[in-house]
């Protein structure tokens, strides 16, 4: 893919402040990661895993590659060719190189013990994001989980490149997207990460959260869920569910069963509103390959950043620099 997903920085412990003056709106969620270590990755364990120099497993947070579980027992391990293509791409971007750990908010190992990570490659005038790499040759989809959400609206417009130009997965009729009527073919998807797309035919508030339901019967038909310590902790996205009645939008997640099939949303990210319609959920979600761009913040002034602050940085649009994040 020609694209390539590349990360601007001016300093390595800086990132660009958001301007807010001259009528320019602030973006809602800037992007903050926070500079880790310096080390060499020795081996690739596979499309979203690799080990450092010292020992350590480091996995790609917010971003899942394709895998051979994708196709159930059809598939052996090591053979599925959407998994052999993204370790092949992961390797040449980052096996033997010299790669700089970053970290957002939450927890930096998983119960595996290996490392929760964004990682980038390249000097300091210059830097790639191997996540956006993975997400922009279609090599990975974005996900976010709750306690690890940096980044997350970033993730999904380096999604979007590889989606638009059916590039890598996204060429594959397998990891197109999940029609919510067809609750039955959702159901043998079970445990799989999948994204669907559907019409809300009702909302329902309950004492645990609320639920959209796609259908008529919500014992057999597909449904998202929103946990009620979810809507504790995004306010403004849970005030808007209430408005996705009728409208188009497409979840990501896990399908689980819970009477019909079910996605669980740990995070606003893993919900869209797709194109025609307004964003009743806010700029903060990124557009999949058919939804509108959100509103896009001013870029950072020359003298901005400055070596050692912590600042934030405007959410960028996909035809300048997606994801253009600095440490």
């Known amino acids: ?6 990360v601007i920085a001016s300093a390595v412990l800086a990132t660009s402040n958001a301007q807010s003056g001259d009528g320019a709106a602030s973006p809602p969620k800037p992007c903050d990661l926070e500079p880790g270590a310096f080390r060499t990755v020795t081996r690739v364990i596979d499309g979203e895993t690799i080990t450092l120099d010292d020992g350590r497993e480091v996995r790609l947070i917010g971003a899942i590659a394709p895998r051979a579980a994708d196709a159930g027992a059809t598939a052996p391990q090591g053979a599925w060719p959407a ?31 290996r490392l929760l990570a964004h990682l980038f490659i390249g000097d300091e005038a210059s830097r790639q994001w191997v996540q956006g790499e993975m997400l922009a040759a279609g090599w990975a989809r974005a996900y976010a989980f709750a306690d690890n959400a940096a980044c997350a609206a ?29 609750s039955g073919q959702l159901m043998q998807r079970r445990n799989a990460f999948e994204i669907v797309r559907g019409t809300v035919s009702s909302v329902a508030r309950t004492a645990s959260g609320v639920y959209l339901n796609f259908g008529d019967d919500w014992k057999s038909d597909f449904t998202v869920s929103i946990a009620k310590d979810v809507l504790k902790r995004e306010p403004e996205f849970a005030a808007a569910l209430d408005a996705l009645k009728g409208r188009t939008v497409s979840a990501r997640g896990w399908i689980e069963r819970r009477n019909g099939p079910m996605i669980a949303l740990t995070h606003s990210s893993q919900l869209d509103v797709l194109a025609s319609q307004p964003d009743v959920l806010g700029s903060a979600n990124a557009p999949d390959a058919e939804a509108a761009a959100a509103p896009i913040g001013p870029g950072p002034s020359p003298d901005a950043t400055l070596p050692g602050a912590k600042q934030s940085r405007p959410v960028p649009s996909v035809e300048t620099n997606p994801a253009g994040l600095n440490l």
Do not use: C, N
């Open 1 to 6: 893919m020609a694209v390539i997903a590349t």
């Open 83 to 113: 998994e052999t293509s993204a370790v092949d791409f992961l390797s040449k971007l980052v096996l033997g190189q010299r790669v700089q750990l970053a970290h957002g908010p939450g927890p930096r190992t998983d119960r595996y013990g």
């Open 154 to 182: 970033d993730l999904k417009t380096y999604e979007t490149l590889a989606r638009t130009a059916h590039a890598g997965i996204w060429a594959m009729p397998f990891y197109q997207e999940r029609d919510a009527s067809r």
